[in-house]
């Protein structure tokens, strides 16, 4: 397991330069061929936005749970990154069946594959989150002096992803349903997590289960810092939840990456 970790480490960091450029490439692709290119990347989380906000608060007439701030801004501070983490939790897992083409042709680390894809999504999270600073400097809704904390929560969501990614490519490659199966899932944590609703009012039992949702951590992380003013201390027993069970992710996804590696090229 350690030298599986050992390897993964290595590659990143002595082709890091690369990585970044592939990242940026990524995400600049994505647009390629549009009118609007870059700006897409405040449109996109823009539309969403508006969609999400006319169907709870509009037509479900659904309130911010606590404070002052209205739904709209509650909402966006916590589906953006919502839509980083499911996104990424996606095209993370078909990361290197995707870019097999390249990999036939080109020489590439196969760790920096995956992690190349979590940083390109972690580019275009930056700037959604422009966008909700935006609206809540429009809506003249006041940000917590806490919001130094914010680099913290997206950290920690970007070395949660990184295990991911390294974890569920390998299983994509090997097991193609997988990836079926990981769209139902992510449907699934959509509705449990606090993202378009709150879970306070829910029994404490039911809340004590839905806590174990390690991403439930950092969308409350995110409200906590930009908007209620909660310290990282007042969390600090979630916080050790979620490390553990991203640290243990990413030892597990690194082992399995190293595992079924040699087989990448011939199942894809």
Same mark, same amino acid.
């Given at each position: ?108 680390? !196969? ?45 920690? #969501? ?108 011939? !199942? #894809?």
């Amino acid at each position: 397991m350690f030298s599986a970790i050992k390897t993964v480490i290595l590659e990143c960091w002595s082709n890091r330069q690369r990585l970044l450029r592939l990242a940026n490439y990524e995400l600049k692709a994505q647009n390629n061929g549009t009118v609007f290119g870059f700006l897409w990347n405040f449109f996109n989380p823009a539309l969403q936005i508006l969609v999400y906000w006319f169907v709870f608060s509009i037509g479900l007439q659904v309130h911010a749970p606590k404070g002052e701030y209205p739904y709209l801004i509650w909402m966006i501070v916590g589906i953006i990154p919502w839509f980083y983490i499911s996104a990424t939790l996606q095209t993370s897992a078909m990361s290197i069946y995707s870019y097999s083409g390249v990999l036939k042709r080109v020489y590439l680390p !196969l760790s920096i594959v995956p992690i190349k894809t979590v940083f390109s999504g972690f580019i275009g999270h930056i700037w959604s989150m422009l966008v909700v600073f935006a609206v809540m400097f429009i809506c003249n809704a006041p940000i917590n002096p806490l919001v130094y904390q914010l680099p913290y929560y997206m950290f920690a #969501i970007v070395f949660f992803l990184i295990g991911w990614g390294l974890f569920a490519s390998a299983i994509t490659v090997v097991f193609k349903d997988f990836q079926k199966i990981l769209s139902a899932l992510i449907r699934f944590l959509f509705y449990i997590s606090p993202i378009v609703w709150s879970q306070e009012n829910l029994p404490d039992d039911l809340q004590k289960i839905l806590s174990y949702n390690p991403f439930s951590y950092v969308l409350q992380g995110y409200r906590n810092c930009m908007l209620y003013g909660c310290s990282l201390t007042e969390t600090r027993q979630d916080g050790v939840y979620f490390w553990i069970v991203s640290i243990l992710l990413f030892l597990f996804g690194a082992s399995i990456h190293m595992k079924f590696r040699k087989k990448f090229m011939d !199942l #894809i």
